[in-house]
């Protein structure tokens, strides 16, 4: 194998390149004596890449070889008419400037010039160019620069390449100073931090879009829960505990957010801050084989839902009004001390369903006309109307008796 010679040209088949790889590849290999055939050959395959090496590769590496193999790049990349085809379309095909920026000043004032000194090593007579060159090279400089360029050419004639070159070079000894200032200021600082930020955002973004590859609850390809058929199968304690195990937002099942930053309507049978496909107050649960173990936990929580929709029925009964001085007085719960209007025994979890019935917060009145809240438990399948003894005695006295 052989080592690159420090500075050697590349050569990856670019006609516009061909030219200043074909020059320096003849100065420093091709005519240096010391060099065998055998040895240019071998430094012109480490310098060749892409078309260009794919042209010669297969050619055997002998002393004969060498002068078919540097013909046959002459061949097929010294074709003058498109090398000059291609250096004049660089002069009218290079972008516009968008602002005044020293680089872009400088790429752009060294391909005109790289350009035209290729043009006439070609053979090409570029004299009477000038007025025209002037003219390409000021409709691709930004406004500011083209501003300066108006209040330094104070003649009404056409101005030539040579001036127009002239005063961006002196324009760019102004703009390099202050290039340095940019980046070595304060300000520059404080701006280069935020890429950074924004990297980190879109690295977030990207963690948060890339747990979406699949469906929570059925784990096939990414689509809404409202489509999963495995999701409309589960009952709604089912779909609340596995939308609190994925971290979804409860209100509306997206994985972007949390509820309390949810901007989503709330439930529309309870007004609560969760989806309606969520809603536990008249769900029945079937629980069906191997979830027996779970069968506590879903019970203490459906036990836990009720209590709180309970209290929060409790709490708004306190701003019923009155129409009586000695009404509304709540009394006390029916089934016990307990917040919750449902007595639920244990043992019913343990059966097929579990039936939650209705409760109602009413105003009675006795025969004077005085009012009191008390809640009713609705049984329909009850053969009988039942009073606490408590509530009775508050407006019946006792020994006597009432028929309900």
Same mark, same amino acid.
């Given at each position: 194998?052989?080592?690159?010679?420090?500075?050697?040209?590349?050569?990856?088949?670019?006609?516009?390149?061909?030219?200043?790889?074909?020059?320096?590849?003849?100065?420093?290999?091709?005519?240096?004596?010391?060099?065998?055939?055998?040895?240019?050959?071998?430094?012109?395959?480490?310098?060749?890449?892409?078309?260009?090496?794919?042209?010669?590769?297969?050619?055997?590496?002998?002393?004969?070889?060498?002068?078919?193999?540097?013909?046959?790049?002459?061949?097929?990349?010294?074709?003058?008419?498109?090398?000059?085809?291609?250096?004049?379309?660089?002069?009218?095909?290079?972008?516009?400037?968008?602002?005044?920026?020293?680089?872009?000043?400088?790429?752009?004032?060294?391909?005109?010039?790289?350009?035209?000194?290729?043009?006439?090593?070609?053979?090409?007579?570029?004299?009477?160019?000038?007025?025209?060159?002037?003219?390409?090279?000021?409709?691709?400089?930004?406004?500011?620069?083209?501003?300066?360029?108006?209040?330094?050419?104070?003649?009404?004639?056409?101005?030539?390449?040579?001036?127009?070159?002239?005063?961006?070079?002196?324009?760019?000894?102004?703009?390099?100073?202050?290039?340095?200032?940019?980046?070595?200021?304060?300000?520059?600082?404080?701006?280069?931090?935020?890429?950074?930020?924004?990297?980190?955002?879109? =690295? !977030?973004?990207?963690?948060?879009?890339?747990? $979406?590859?699949?469906?929570?609850?059925? +784990?096939? %390809? /990414?689509? @809404? *829960?409202?489509?999963?058929?495995?999701?409309?199968?589960?009952?709604?304690?089912?779909?609340?505990?596995?939308?609190?195990?994925?971290?979804?937002?409860?209100?509306?099942?997206?994985?972007?957010?949390?509820?309390?930053?949810?901007?989503?309507?709330?439930?529309?049978?309870?007004?609560?801050?969760?989806?309606?496909?969520?809603?536990?107050?008249?769900?029945?649960?079937?629980?069906?084989?191997?979830?027996?173990?779970?069968?506590?936990?879903?019970?203490?929580?459906? =036990? !836990?839902?009720?209590?709180?929709?309970?209290? $929060?029925?409790?709490?708004?009964?306190? +701003?019923? %009004? /009155?129409? @009586? *001085?000695?009404?509304?007085?709540?009394?006390?719960?029916?089934?016990?001390?307990?917040?919750?209007?449902?007595?639920?025994?244990?043992?019913?979890?343990?059966?097929?369903?579990?039936?939650?019935?209705?409760?109602?917060?009413?105003?009675?009145?006795?025969?004077?006309?005085?009012?009191?809240?008390?809640?009713?438990?609705?049984?329909?399948?009850?053969?009988?109307?039942?009073?606490?003894?408590?509530?009775?005695?508050?407006?019946?006295?006792?020994?006597?008796?009432? =028929?309900?």
């Amino acid at each position: 194998m052989f080592a690159r010679i420090a500075g050697s040209p590349d050569c990856d088949g670019s006609v516009k390149d061909w030219l200043s790889f074909r020059d320096s590849f003849q100065s420093m290999i091709d005519k240096d004596p010391s060099l065998t055939a055998v040895d240019k050959f071998h430094y012109l395959l480490t310098v060749l890449s892409k078309d260009a090496k794919t042209l010669v590769e297969s050619i055997e590496v002998t002393t004969t070889n060498y002068e078919v193999a540097w013909t046959m790049l002459k061949d097929r990349f010294e074709n003058r008419k498109i090398i000059t085809r291609t250096l004049m379309d660089g002069f009218l095909d290079t972008d516009p400037m968008k602002k005044e920026s020293y680089d872009g000043l400088v790429m752009l004032i060294d391909l005109y010039e790289r350009n035209l000194l290729q043009l006439k090593k070609l053979g090409l007579v570029t004299d009477g160019w000038s007025h025209l060159l002037a003219h390409l090279l000021y409709k691709r400089l930004d406004a500011e620069t083209q501003r300066h360029w108006e209040r330094s050419h104070k003649s009404r004639e056409a101005p030539k390449y040579q001036e127009l070159l002239k005063f961006l070079r002196e324009h760019l000894t102004t703009l390099q100073p202050l290039t340095l200032t940019k980046i070595r200021g304060p300000d520059q600082r404080h701006e280069s931090s935020r890429p950074v930020m924004k990297q980190k955002i879109e =690295s !977030t973004l990207t963690t948060v879009t890339s747990t $979406k590859k699949s469906c929570p609850f059925c +784990q096939k %390809p /990414s689509h @809404s *829960p409202f489509k999963c058929e495995s999701f409309h199968k589960m009952n709604p304690i089912q779909r609340l505990e596995t939308v609190k195990k994925v971290g979804l937002c409860l209100n509306c099942l997206s994985p972007s957010h949390l509820v309390r930053a949810c901007s989503s309507s709330a439930c529309r049978v309870c007004s609560q801050r969760h989806h309606t496909m969520l809603h536990l107050r008249s769900s029945i649960h079937t629980p069906s084989q191997g979830q027996e173990g779970n069968q506590a936990t879903s019970s203490a929580d459906t =036990s !836990t839902q009720i209590q709180t929709n309970c209290a $929060k029925i409790i709490d708004a009964s306190s +701003q019923i %009004p /009155s129409s @009586s *001085p000695n009404a509304l007085k709540p009394s006390p719960p029916i089934a016990s001390t307990s917040r919750s209007p449902v007595a639920l025994p244990t043992s019913s979890f343990a059966t097929t369903n579990v039936v939650l019935l209705t409760t109602a917060v009413v105003i009675i009145a006795d025969l004077h006309g005085n009012t009191q809240l008390a809640r009713v438990l609705l049984d329909c399948c009850s053969e009988r109307n039942l009073l606490s003894e408590r509530l009775a005695s508050s407006f019946f006295p006792r020994g006597r008796t009432c =028929s309900c």
